[in-house]
C-alpha cells in the first residue's frame, strides 16, 4: 500500500514491459492456467493506456486508509470519520479468499459491528484473485445472496 503511493510507482511497475505487475498480480493466475497469454496481453494494454496505471495508483494515494503506526488507536483512528457514519445499513455479502496475502482474515475480525446484516463465505484456498480462480463457486454465492 505504501508503494503504490510512492511516486516511484508508476515507473518501477511498467519497467521491463509491466513484468512487475504481471508476476504480482496475474502471475500465479497464469501459471495455474486460469490467465492466458491473451489475458495477459489484455491488462498490459489496460496498464499501457495513458494515465491508467496513475489512476489506480491514486486510489491507494487518495485513500484516508493508512497501517496504523506503533501507539495509535487501530480501532479507526486513522479513518479521520466517526463510526456511526461508517455503518453499512444494507444486507451485505463479503466474500474472502483466505489465502488472500493482501487483505488477511483478520480484516473480518468486528466487521459485523459496521455491517450488522452481514454474510461472509470464506474461500479456504482461495486468494485475493478469488474471483477468477472459483467463478462459479463465487457466482453462487451472490446468486443465493440475492434471493
Known sequence: MLFFRSPQAEAMLSANNYEGLVKGVIGDLLKKGIFTEEDKKAYIDAWSQPGAL??????????????????ENKD??????????????????????????????????????????????????????VI????ALINSYIREFIK
Open 54 to 71: 496513475t489512476g489506480g495508483l491514486n486510489y491507494y494515494r487518495a485513500a484516508r486508509l493508512v497501517p496504523p503506526a506503533g501507539g
Open 76 to 129: 479507526g483512528a486513522n479513518f479521520g470519520v466517526s463510526f456511526p457514519s461508517l455503518e453499512v445499513k444494507v444486507p451485505t455479502l463479503v466474500i474472502w479468499g483466505e489465502k488472500d496475502t493482501a487483505l488477511l482474515t483478520g480484516n473480518l475480525v468486528g466487521l459485523d459491528k459496521f455491517v450488522p446484516k452481514l454474510t461472509i463465505k470464506r474461500i479456504p484456498d482461495g486468494s485475493h484473485w
Open 132 to 135: 477468477h480462480e472459483q467463478p
